[in-house]
């Protein structure tokens, strides 16, 4: 069964500083996708990036940065420079074709809750 | 930009009530899903629906869940005898479908059983 992974429950930095998530998951699939939301206090989920199973390219988007190693089963998310609006809750998620084959499903990872100080 | 649109944002009710919580998903998407979170836990899947029809759900999803696409615009998540632990922040997201879409995701439902 799929599961996946964010080993930290909560993080906390100094605005300016670089943080890193970290993300592990476990799949049977050979075709997946990886996914990171982030859900601000307000309660919704944010969509960030989805990375596809055969692309294991790093990404970069602005202070956003991703490290996919299909190695290591992980999808890390680096925060650069940190503001305090970044404080919110990061969740990790995988994505694998459903038993009929016509939908797919996330599974979340736990989260980690990110809070940057002034 | 398309979004999907659900409501009530919060809805307060007693145990053993009826609720039904509403989605818009966005109007080319061809898959629904309703997904839960109980507060500060993680996201959960709870049900899958595309063609008029469930896909695939989850073992949360009993016998008084049920889902519906009423008019080819909404889809409904019905709880037919609310429970104190169905509190939870309830999400409706779509997607155009295979295996390249992304899943957008509803502001969420608020639901507090009493």
């Known amino acids: 069964a799929q599961k996946v992974t964010q080993a930290q429950t909560e993080i906390s930095v100094v605005e300016k500083e670089d943080v890193t998530l970290d993300c592990v998951y476990e799949?049977?699939?050979?075709?997946?996708?990886l996914f990171w939301y982030k859900q601000p206090p307000s309660g919704e989920l944010v969509f960030l990036i989805r990375r596809n199973s055969f692309d294991e390219q790093n990404e970069i988007s602005g202070r956003y940065s991703w490290n996919f190693q299909k190695s290591t089963s992980s999808f890390n998310f680096t925060i650069t420079a940190s503001q305090v609006v970044d404080s919110a809750v990061y969740f990790c998620a995988l994505s694998e074709t459903l038993s009929s084959g016509s939908a797919r499903q996330l599974t979340f990872g736990s989260g980690t809750q990110l809070t940057v100080l002034p | 930009e398309p979004e999907v649109t659900q409501t009530p944002s919060h809805q307060v009710t007693q145990m053993g009530q009826e609720v039904i919580l509403r989605c818009v998903p966005i109007s080319n998407h061809l898959y629904f899903y309703w997904y839960r979170q109980i507060l500060g836990q993680k996201v959960e899947f709870l049900v899958s629906f595309y063609n008029n029809e469930i896909s695939e759900k989850s073992e949360i999803f009993d016998d008084q869940f049920s889902v519906e696409r009423p008019d080819g615009s909404n889809f409904t998540l019905k709880i037919r005898s609310t429970k104190l632990e169905d509190s939870a922040m309830y999400f409706c997201?779509?997607?155009?479908?295979?295996?390249?879409?992304?899943?957008?995701f509803g502001e969420g439902s608020r639901l507090t059983v009493l």
């Open positions: 799949t049977r699939d050979t075709t997946y996708y």
């Open positions: 997201a779509s997607t155009r479908g295979g295996i390249t879409g992304e899943l957008f």
